[in-house]
């Protein structure tokens, strides 16, 4: 059984940090693509970023570029959004996705490419 914990929400004032954990177990981890996606109350899911196999191809939203960093461990099963400089437009529930991906370079920005979603982590930015 697939598993995607989430964890390192919380609140904190514009301007601060958060370091956002997805755990993930049940599944080859190294032979998937990750994804942070993130909703707040009334919209969409949106894209984050993402992260290919090996970590080597990264991919963000213009909106987080420059401020928030993926990365991931592939002997932890873990992936992690490094966020920094945020501002209150980030307050959403932040959810991982796992992609199962043929190749080492893909990375997917749509959520239809991700078969797999943990149950997200609220974060909140006040001004």
């Known amino acids: 059984q697939v598993q995607l914990v989430e964890s390192g929400g919380g609140l904190v004032q514009a301007g601060g940090s958060l370091r956002l954990s997805c755990a993930a177990s049940?599944?080859?981890?190294?032979?998937?693509?990750m994804g942070w996606f993130r909703q707040a109350p009334g919209k969409e899911r949106e894209f984050v970023a993402s992260?290919?196999?090996?970590?080597?191809?990264?991919d963000y939203a213009d909106s987080v570029k420059g401020r928030f960093t993926i990365s991931r461990d592939n002997a932890k099963n873990t992936v992690y959004l490094q966020m920094n400089s945020l501002k209150p437009e980030d307050t959403a529930v932040y959810y991982c996705g796992a992609s199962q991906t043929m190749a080492a370079s893909i990375v997917y920005r749509q959520t239809e490419n991700y078969g797999y979603w943990g149950l997200g982590t609220q974060v909140t930015v006040s001004s």
């Open positions: 049940g599944l080859t981890f190294r032979r998937y693509a």
């Open positions: 992260i290919s196999w090996s970590g080597g191809f990264t």
